[in-house]
């Protein structure tokens, strides 16, 4: 089955400590993307890779770091220097040609205490 | 960021009603797209509109792409419990890169039998 997989749903972390969440892709899709979602507001774009090894901040990059290493795979790390880290994180792709049409991941619930 | 002004945020109807919500903004967009999110999971794309004043059907959802390209409207008709959900606009700012979303804040759909 083709899709999205971010991997664990739940996280748990004490602060001060940095974490890595996993987003993985079997659709073959060039590009891939980080979002956060707060309750009772949109999503908003922490960073984004339209091509392998290559990688831009979104509008609230502080904070976190991602790398490219692989097409299928997009990890984000969120360090002891973003200040409210517990969210939901919401990884994306899309079909090349198709930048627009994103498809989204699951999603992982980080608490940080 | 530039923000998508979503209404209303939240809709109580009941089964059968038909639905409507619509995002604004002050600046000019170059592609609306609505998506569906149930509780803890990620969005499911529904529609995509790519053309000042396109009307696009998906089922029982209809949506436009606003001859202004300021703004679109998502309609849901007969709508039914599954339809429970929060439904989001999201677009592609003219002048940004591409594949860099905006998101409106969401409307909080619920539906009663």
């Known amino acids: 089955d083709g899709g999205i997989t971010q991997s664990p749903k739940y996280l748990f972390r004490k602060e001060g400590q940095n974490v890595t969440l996993s987003c993985e892709q079997n659709?073959?899709?060039?590009?891939m993307y980080w979002y956060r979602q707060d309750p009772g507001q949109g999503l908003r774009l922490i960073y984004y890779?339209?091509?392998?090894?290559?990688?831009q901040k979104g509008d609230i990059a502080e904070g976190y770091s991602v790398s490219r290493e692989k097409k299928e795979s997009f990890p984000l790390t969120v360090t002891s220097a973003q200040k409210n880290p517990t969210a939901f994180y919401l990884c994306?792709?899309?079909?090349?040609?198709?930048?627009?049409?994103?498809?989204f991941g699951p999603g992982t619930r980080l608490t940080v205490t | 960021g530039q923000q998508l002004n979503q209404s209303p945020q939240s809709m109580f109807i009941q089964e059968g009603e038909d639905v409507s919500m619509n995002c604004t903004s002050s600046?000019?967009?170059?592609?609306w797209l609505w998506y569906k999110q149930d509780p803890g999971e990620g969005p499911v794309l529904l529609i995509a509109?790519?053309?000042?004043?396109e009307l696009t059907s998906n089922g029982r959802l209809t949506a436009q792409f606003g001859i202004t390209r300021k703004d679109s409207f998502l309609n849901i008709s007969a709508s039914i419990p599954s339809d429970v959900g929060i439904y989001f606009c999201?677009?592609?700012?003219?002048?940004?890169?591409?594949?860099?979303?905006?998101f409106g804040q969401g409307t909080i759909l619920t539906v009663h039998p």
């Open positions: 509109l790519y053309k000042a004043g």
């Open positions: 999201a677009g592609q700012l003219r002048g940004t890169s591409y594949g860099k979303l905006t």
């Open positions: 600046s000019i967009f170059n592609t």
């Open positions: 890779s339209q091509i392998v090894n290559d990688f």
């Open positions: 659709l073959n899709h060039d590009a």
């Open positions: 994306a792709s899309t079909e090349t040609g198709q930048y627009h049409e994103q498809y």
